[in-house]
């Protein structure tokens, strides 16, 4: 079945360092998403990369996706404490399944002060 | 804008009862409204979709007679968990949509604790 992928799992960095965290899908995606989930809370939606090869930046955040639009990265540069959370990817369940996603297991980022 | 709320945000209740949830989106229409159960340090997982006016449909494995879901408005999603045991501890978090192809804006997630 139709899977995402991500990794790594965990990644402690010390702050000041950068960070990148990588998402494969088994299947083409019409788009990806991100988000972010602080410790305790909700994941937030930080971002949909819709073109194939298309870069988006978030100030300290930069989405890529790829030419085949089956992965992407988020890439953080010089992270802060602020950082800390675990950052999921999803994208569209195949065949359009009414707004239905799927998400990967997600990136847990810790940052040393 | 895009804000959703869920209430309650944490409930504790005895085994054998039911527990209702509120999704409401705030400031915008959700066509369609997602219910996903998280456990701890792992991915979400979808439960079941609801449109307005409809009958939700659930993911393979979801009990529906178990976790009922009424989308009476455009800006209103419940969840009740019947009969709730031990083993329905978890996050629930729900979410809403303008359309498919629209990104998803999360509830802040409400911790049931089932004793």
């Known amino acids: 079945g139709q899977q995402v992928m991500q990794i790594p799992q965990y990644q402690h960095v010390q702050e000041g360092e950068d960070f990148t965290t990588y998402c494969n899908s088994s299947?083409?995606?019409?788009?990806i998403q991100w988000y972010k989930q602080r410790p305790g809370g909700h994941p937030v939606f930080l971002i949909q990369?819709?073109?194939?090869?298309e870069v988006k930046k978030q100030k300290r955040l930069t989405f890529q996706f790829g030419e085949a639009k089956k992965n992407s990265s988020l890439h953080i540069t010089a992270t802060q404490t602020t950082d800390v959370g675990t950052y999921f990817c999803?994208?569209?369940?195949?065949?359009?399944?009414?707004?239905?996603?799927?998400f990967g297991q997600g990136t847990e980022l810790s940052v040393k002060p | 804008g895009a804000v959703v709320s869920q209430h309650p945000s944490w409930v504790i209740c005895k085994s054998g009862t039911s527990v209702k949830i509120e999704c409401r989106s705030l400031?915008?229409?959700?066509?369609?409204m997602f219910w996903y159960r998280q456990f701890p340090k792992q991915s979400l997982m979808l439960m079941a979709t609801?449109?307005?006016?409809?009958?939700?449909?659930?993911e393979q494995g979801v009990e529906k007679d178990k976790f009922l879901i009424n989308h009476a408005s455009l800006t209103l999603s419940t969840l009740t968990v019947t009969s709730a045991h031990p083993e329905d501890s978890s996050f629930y978090i729900c979410?809403?949509?303008?359309?498919?192809?629209?990104?998803?804006?999360f509830g802040p997630g409400t911790r049931l604790t089932v004793t």
């Open positions: 609801s449109n307005e006016g409809s009958k939700a449909t659930y």
């Open positions: 400031d915008f229409q959700a066509t369609t």
């Open positions: 299947t083409t995606l019409s788009n």
């Open positions: 990369l819709v073109k194939s090869g």
């Open positions: 979410s809403a949509s303008q359309g498919s192809t629209y990104e998803q804006y």
């Open positions: 999803a994208g569209p369940r195949s065949y359009n399944q009414g707004g239905k996603l799927i």
